[in-house]
Nanobody, 125 residues
Framework: QVQLVESGGGLVQAGGSLRLSCAASGRTISSNVMGWFRQAPGKEREFVAA????????HYADAVKGRFTISRDNAKNMVYLQMNSLKPEDTAIYYC??????????????????WGQGTQVTVSS
């Protein structure tokens, strides 16, 4: 079983940047699509971004396209989310997740079978 631990969250002013990291242990994540989801208070968990095992296939939610960048380092068993031009509506708990697929990217949380505990991102206006 893989363990995922997110870090890098915090409080930032609107327009600022944060870089989230996801460290995997227990098993390699190099064979799996990896994704980021977020959940704001009172809202459903939503897809943010995902990257295939090769890194060749990347999807973003429309709300973050052009501002967020997902990347991975399979040698280090790490996944990253660079978040720029942050907005108050980006405030949420951000979760790292491992998909059951290798190259096929979906935005459905049910296709992701391992989850981290989350890291809080708060963007002040």
């Amino acid at each position: 079983q893989v363990q995922l631990v997110e870090s890098g969250g915090g409080l930032v002013q609107a327009g600022g940047s944060l870089r989230l990291s996801c460290a995997a242990s227990g098993r390699t994540i190099s064979s799996n699509v990896m994704g980021w989801f977020r959940q704001a208070p009172g809202k459903e968990r939503e897809f943010v971004a995902a990257i295939s095992r090769s890194g060749d296939n990347i999807h973003y939610a429309d709300a973050v396209k052009g501002r967020f960048t997902i990347s991975r380092d399979n040698a280090k068993n790490m996944v990253y989310l660079q978040m720029n031009s942050l907005k108050p509506e980006d405030t949420a708990i951000y979760y790292c997740a491992r998909s059951s697929f290798g190259e096929y990217i979906t935005q459905r949380s049910r296709d992701f079978n391992s989850w981290g505990q989350g890291t809080q991102v708060t963007v002040s206006s």
